[in-house]
């Protein structure tokens, strides 16, 4: 069996020749029984960062959720991906527009305590939570989803 393990950089709005030349065939290869495979966007802040932040969500929305298993956007990507200010309906959003699971991390909410939920389709969320640290850390999504694709 081999693993195979991707990331692909999120620095502008996915084109035909992305989708065709890279994440399509990684898609393919993770179907194939016989591999391991893990796939992952690298960078989803991206987002939040592109001039065109509208063309971005709706190719994503369009193109990518539909071949995701799992989406690991911080709240304010969620929100931002969906135009939801309510964590639970974006998650939704997420699901209807093909994510299999979508876990939303909690360390830019203004809570006491962290709290990532992970959803489903057709079933409860699933919620974790520990109590905050003092300070902000940088890249605590980012070590998430590269567990998760580990």
Avoid at 19 to 28: R, S
Avoid at 62 to 83: D, F, H, Q, V, Y
Avoid at 88 to 111: C, F, K, R, Y
Wanted: proline residues 5%; aromatic residues 4%; hydrophobic residues 40%.
């Amino acid at each position: 069996m081999a693993r195979i393990l991707t990331g692909i950089q999120s620095t502008g709005v996915p084109h035909l020749g992305n989708i065709l030349g890279a994440i399509k065939p990684a898609i393919e290869m993770a179907k194939d029984p016989s591999n391991d495979s893990f796939l992952f966007i690298a960078d989803l802040h991206s987002l939040t960062q592109i001039k065109n932040n509208e063309e971005m969500r709706e190719k994503m929305l369009a193109l990518l959720l539909p071949l995701t298993t799992i989406i690991t956007p911080n709240s304010l990507e969620a929100k931002t991906l969906t135009r939801s200010t309510d964590l639970p309906n974006a998650a939704n959003s997420l699901l209807e527009h093909g994510a299999d699971s979508v876990l939303i991390t909690g360390t830019h909410e203004d809570t006491d305590a962290v709290i990532n939920s992970l959803y489903t389709k057709n079933e409860a969320p699933t919620k974790y939570h520990w109590e905050r640290l003092p300070g902000s850390f940088h890249g605590s999504g980012c070590t998430l989803s590269s567990n998760i694709a580990a």
